[in-house]
C-alpha cells in the first residue's frame, strides 16, 4: 500500500493510495480460504471444494469485501501517516481506474481536516436581565391559577356542567351508520373558563348530565360520527386562595403567593436565557476567526437555505386551495439570499467548533439518564404528539444524538453565562418577550 500527497486546498487534502496487485490478490486468496471452511456444493464433502471452484462461486462478494477492508484500514493509515488529527468529515474516495486481476488499484482519497485554535479566555461582558414581578401581577396569576386550574369534586348525577369541570366520557364511533370499536375510546376533558364560540365540541357538554348523549361529527372526515356519553363529572368548586393553597398541599395562602412568584420569575429567567445566549455567541464570534471546513460550512448552507424557504414560503401568505401554491406565491431565491445564508452558515459552523471545544476542555458531557429525563419531559409537555416522539427517539440515532448536542450547547452557554462579567437590569416578563421577539424576528 502507497500514498502519494496529490493535493492540498486549504483544509482539504487530496491523497493516492496505491493498492498493489499482489495486497489484492492475497487478501483475495485468505479470504476464499475462509470461505472454502464451509462451502458446500454437490458433489463434495462440506469444507472439501477446491479453491478454484469457491473463488470462482464467490469472487464478486469476496472482492467486495476485499475492497471494503482495504479501503479502510487504507484510510486509517492515512490519517495516522500524516498526522492529520481530527476530520472534519468522513473521508471521501474514489477509485481511478477499474480492478482487473492481478494489477494495481489506484484509490483518491479527499480529507477534510478539523480546525484547530485556542480558547480564549471566558470573561465575556454581557447585560444579564433579572426578573422583576410585582405584587399586583403575582395576586393576577394566583387569580388565574384557582380559576383555571380548579379544585374538583366528584358530581351527583343531578350535576350539569358548567365551564371548569372535569368530564369523563365514552365515545363510540360510527362509520357511515355502522359501529366501528376499533375507533371508539374512552377520554376525559376540563371544560375551560371560557369556550370559544366556534369550539362546537366543548359547548356540547354544557348543560350535560351523567348518562346524557350527544352527537358529533368532526370536520375532519364527515362519514365518521360519534356518540358521546357522559360517565362521570368532576365539578369545579369556587374556593378562596386560602382553601386552594391547602388542598393543593401548601401551607397558606402566602405560601401560593410564593410558589406563584418563583414560576413567574422562572418563566422570565427561561425566557431571558435566548437574550443572554445571543450576546454571548455574539461575542464568541467576534473573539474567534480561524479556517472552516467547505464541505460542511456547504451542507449547514443547505441546512439553512431550506429551512428560510420554507419560513419564506410561509410568510408569503399561506396555501392556496387544494393546498397548493402557486408559482407567483413561491419566495425568489436569488444570489443575495444565498449569501447572507452563507454568512449564517460560517458563523454556525465557527460557533459549533468554538462550543464543543469548551466542552471538552470544560468536561462537560451529558449523562444517559440526564438525556432519558430530557426527552421524556418533551414527550410529556407534547402529548399530542406522544407517539410521534417516541418512535422517532426509538428509532431515530441522529434524532438523539442531536438531542444531546443540544443539551451539551445549553450547558455550555449557561457555564460561558457563568464566567461573563455581568451588568443586571430588571426587566417584566412582557418586556423579556418584546426583547426575545426581537431577536427572533431578527
Do not use: W
Request: proline content about 3%.
Amino acid at each position: 500500500m502507497k500514498f502519494e500527497n496529490t493535493k492540498l486546498d486549504g483544509m482539504r487534502r487530496e491523497y493516492r493510495v496505491i493498492l498493489s496487485g499482489e495486497e489484492i490478490e492475497n487478501e483475495i486468496i485468505i479470504a476464499v480460504k475462509a470461505r472454502a471452511k464451509n462451502f458446500r456444493m454437490q458433489g463434495f464433502r462440506p469444507g472439501h471444494v477446491p479453491l478454484e471452484i469457491v473463488r470462482k462461486n464467490t469472487e464478486d462478494t469476496v472482492v467486495k469485501e476485499v475492497f471494503d477492508t482495504m479501503i479502510s484500514a487504507a484510510c486509517d493509515q492515512l490519517v495516522k501517516k500524516n498526522n492529520l488529527g481530527n476530520l472534519a468529515t468522513k473521508p471521501t474516495y474514489r477509485f481511478e481506474n477499474t480492478y482487473k486481476k492481478g494489477g494495481d488499484v489506484n484509490l483518491l482519497f479527499n480529507i477534510e481536516i478539523a480546525p484547530s485554535f485556542d480558547i480564549q479566555p471566558y470573561e465575556i461582558e454581557i447585560t444579564k436581565i433579572v426578573p422583576k414581578v410585582g405584587d399586583k401581577e403575582v395576586a393576577d396569576a394566583v387569580k388565574r391559577l384557582v380559576e383555571e386550574s380548579p379544585i374538583h369534586e366528584k358530581a351527583d348525577k343531578n350535576h350539569k356542567i358548567q365551564l371548569r369541570d372535569k368530564v369523563f366520557y365514552k365515545a363510540a364511533c360510527f362509520n357511515k351508520g355502522v359501529e366501528s370499536r376499533k375507533k371508539s375510546f374512552s377520554s376525559e376533558i376540563l371544560i375551560p373558563a371560557t369556550v370559544p364560540e366556534d369550539a362546537e365540541f366543548l359547548k356540547s357538554f354544557i348543560g350535560k348530565k351523567i348518562g346524557e348523549s350527544f352527537n358529533f361529527v368532526p370536520a375532519t372526515n364527515e362519514n365518521l360520527s360519534y356518540r358521546i356519553t357522559i360517565t362521570s363529572i368532576e365539578k369545579a368548586l369556587n374556593v378562596t386562595p386560602e382553601i386552594y393553597a391547602k388542598k393543593r398541599g401548601l401551607e397558606n395562602s402566602k405560601a401560593l403567593s410564593a410558589a406563584v412568584r418563583e414560576k413567574l420569575e422562572q418563566d422570565i429567567n427561561f425566557s431571558a436565557f435566548l437574550y443572554h445566549k445571543n450576546q454571548i455567541l455574539e461575542a464568541l464570534g467576534k473573539l474567534y476567526s480561524f479556517e472552516l471546513p467547505q464541505s460542511v460550512v456547504e451542507q449547514e448552507q443547505r441546512n439553512v437555505i431550506a429551512t428560510a424557504k420554507k419560513e419564506l414560503e410561509r410568510k408569503v401568505g399561506g396555501e392556496s386551495k387544494g393546498g397548493k401554491r402557486s408559482k407567483k406565491e413561491k419566495p425568489v431565491v436569488d444570489e443575495k439570499f444565498e449569501k447572507e445564508c452563507l454568512d449564517i452558515a460560517k458563523k454556525r459552523v465557527l460557533l459549533g467548533y468554538v462550543l464543543n471545544k469548551i466542552a471538552l476542555k470544560e468536561k462537560i458531557t451529558v449523562s444517559e439518564k440526564e438525556l432519558q429525563n430530557v426527552i421524556a419531559a418533551e414527550i410529556n409537555r407534547n402529548q399530542q404528539i406522544a407517539k410521534a416522539l417516541i418512535d422517532r427517539y426509538s428509532n431515530d440515532r441522529e434524532a438523539v444524538s442531536y438531542k444531546k448536542a443540544e443539551i451539551i450547547e445549553h450547558k455550555v452557554i449557561s457555564f460561558l453565562i457563568s464566567k461573563a462579567r455581568v451588568t443586571q437590569v430588571e426587566k417584566t416578563k412582557k418586556e423579556v418577550d418584546a426583547i426575545v421577539k426581537k431577536l427572533l424576528d431578527d
